[in-house]
């Protein structure tokens, strides 16, 4: 018994690093990776380049990567289930067909012309969570919408500063979100059979000096991946909120992560390698970069949008 506690207290204080799995995916150095979701169809790691406009497609086996270009500003890319993607945009969500021809399917927030949506993710029946955020930076500014796949629109969480990343747990029970300036992660406990959400509260507080909460994902076992942009880590939580697993990343700005491979055991990383307002950090070679980490553990599939 005795022993048991001594390392279960262990485990909290002292996260496994895993970066010695870490290897490099893409030795690109790409403005803003973003995004990364497997495609279990063609096992493949989708991804995008967000302020260039570009959706990638890599080969894991071949390493090959297939570009296409958007032609504007994009937060994230997801499968659709009839084919294509839908792209999360400045003007709302867009539609990108197997033709390379893109168009915009809704609206979002168009008569806010600082406003563009950003990262987001579709839970098992197809519909997608995605939020927004001013290019100002203006607090409250932002709100996170619910498109179902009839393409209709709920704004279901307003006053939201940077809306990022979204992910749930495998019983689709519980719904993390991250505002990024907020220095912490959220929860909501989430009904997959209407779509809602409800119980917000905080899950992990994380010190801006740490980093700040970019994307996220999440395990079979419950833990909770996160990106921490400026903070150079991916951190796992357990579903308590306590801090048991780090990657550490040789670049700063860590964007998002996500299980793909064939057995959803490699954890890609995507980074940035753009500078805000000349930050104050060094060059660092590999920003930009995608990389890769086994930790040993499962993450969860990703779902097109549709039905």
Same mark, same amino acid.
């Given at each position: 018994?005795?022993?048991?506690?001594?390392?279960?207290?262990?485990?909290?204080?002292?996260?496994?690093?895993?970066?010695?799995?870490?290897?490099v995916?893409?030795?690109?150095?790409?403005?803003?990776?973003?995004?990364?979701?497997?495609?279990?169809?063609?096992?493949?790691?989708?991804?995008?380049?967000?302020?260039?406009?570009?959706?990638?497609?890599?080969?894991?086996?071949?390493?090959?990567?297939t570009k296409?270009?958007?032609?504007?500003?994009?937060?994230?890319?997801?499968?659709?289930? +009839? &084919?294509? !993607?839908?792209? %999360?945009?400045?003007? @709302?969500?867009? *539609?990108?067909?197997?033709?390379?021809?893109?168009?915009?399917?809704?609206?979002?927030?168009?008569?806010?012309?600082?406003?563009?949506?950003?990262?987001?993710?579709?839970?098992?029946?197809?519909r997608?969570? +995605? &939020?927004? !955020?001013?290019? %100002?930076?203006?607090? @409250?500014?932002? *709100?996170?919408?619910?498109?179902?796949?009839?393409?209709?629109?709920t704004?279901?969480?307003?006053?939201?500063?940077?809306?990022?990343?979204?992910?749930?747990?495998?019983?689709?029970?519980?719904?993390y979100?991250?505002?990024?300036?907020?220095?912490?992660?959220?929860?909501?406990?989430?009904?997959?059979?209407?779509?809602?959400?409800s119980?917000?509260?905080?899950?992990?507080?994380?010190?801006?000096?740490?980093?700040?909460?970019?994307?996220?994902?999440?395990?079979?076992?419950?833990?909770?991946?996160v990106?921490?942009?400026?903070?150079?880590?991916?951190?796992?939580?357990?579903?308590?909120?306590?801090?048991?697993?780090?990657v550490?990343?040789?670049?700063?700005?860590?964007?998002?992560c996500?299980?793909?491979?064939?057995?959803?055991?490699?954890?890609?990383?995507?980074?940035?390698?753009?500078?805000?307002?000349?930050?104050?950090?060094?060059?660092?070679?590999?920003?930009?970069?995608?990389?890769?980490?086994?930790?040993g553990?499962?993450?969860?599939?990703?779902?097109?949008?549709?039905?």
């Open positions: 018994m005795f022993r048991k506690l001594r390392h279960a207290n262990l485990t909290r204080c002292s996260p496994i690093d895993y970066s010695n799995s870490l290897s995916a893409s030795a690109i150095n790409y403005d803003i990776g973003e995004g990364p979701i497997w495609h279990p169809s063609s096992n493949k790691l989708i991804f995008v380049d967000c302020n260039l406009g570009y959706i990638h497609q890599l080969d894991p086996t071949s390493g090959v990567i296409y270009e958007v032609g504007e500003t994009i937060g994230v890319a997801l499968p659709c289930k +009839s &084919g294509g !993607f839908v792209v %999360t945009s400045k003007g @709302g969500l867009l *539609s990108y067909d197997e033709k390379n021809q893109t168009s915009l399917l809704v609206p979002i927030e168009s008569s806010l012309p600082s406003n563009r949506m950003n990262d987001g993710k579709c839970d098992s029946l197809g997608l969570w +995605s &939020g927004t !955020f001013s290019s %100002t930076f203006e607090r @409250g500014a932002g *709100s996170l919408y619910r498109i179902d796949p009839d393409l209709s629109v704004k279901v969480v307003s006053e939201v500063r940077v809306s990022n990343g979204i992910a749930w747990n495998q019983s689709e029970t519980l719904m979100f991250n505002d990024t300036l907020s220095s912490g992660i959220d929860v909501f406990d989430y009904d997959i059979t209407h779509g809602t959400i119980n917000r509260r905080r899950f992990v507080d994380i010190e801006r000096k740490q980093g700040l909460p970019d994307g996220l994902t999440v395990d079979i076992e419950g833990c909770v991946w990106a921490l942009f400026y903070g150079s880590e991916v951190r796992r939580y357990n579903p308590q909120g306590h801090l048991v697993g780090v550490k990343l040789p670049t700063s700005r860590v964007t998002s996500n299980f793909g491979g064939t057995d959803l055991t490699d954890l890609y990383i995507t980074t940035a390698d753009f500078k805000i307002n000349d930050d104050g950090f060094p060059h660092e070679p590999e920003a930009g970069y995608v990389f890769k980490c086994n930790p553990v499962s993450g969860l599939p990703s779902y097109p949008f549709g039905r």
